[in-house]
């Protein structure tokens, strides 16, 4: 008996990349048999692009604080049109080190930044 290739159409999981033959050729299947998504035909959304660099960040708080003096993280990120509802701690430490921005608390409680 001699052995021969045979070549037959099957599914990739495009979660966990996981692929098989199904039992029914007629139907699509509904979930991956490893994984169990439901999504495994359609490919992963890619990270927000509204993800800023440091660089950006910087710009963009930069500009905000010379542009309107001492304001609130609220404030400044509704400005500034930024998607984060809170700063990055190891951002805001490095910008107190590199354009000089100081958080100061007011009265009230309520921390002011400035450059």
């Not at 710009?59 to 905000?64: D, F």
């Not at 921005?101 to 930044?113: P, V, Y």
Request: aromatic share 10%.
């Amino acid at each position: 008996m001699a052995r021969v290739p045979i070549t037959v159409m099957g599914y990739r999981c495009e979660r966990c990349s996981h692929e098989w033959i199904p039992r029914d050729s007629e139907q699509e299947p509904s979930v991956c048999p490893k994984c169990n998504s439901t999504y495994w035909n359609s490919p992963r959304k890619k990270p927000a692009a509204s993800m800023l660099t440091y660089e950006e960040f910087k710009a963009k708080i930069q500009k905000t604080l010379r542009k309107s003096g001492p304001l609130t993280w609220t404030e400044i990120r509704t400005i500034a049109k930024l998607p984060e509802k809170f700063p990055n701690n190891k951002w805001v430490r490095h910008l107190e080190e590199e354009i000089g921005l100081k958080r100061e608390r007011d009265t009230a409680g309520i921390f002011k930044w400035k450059v």
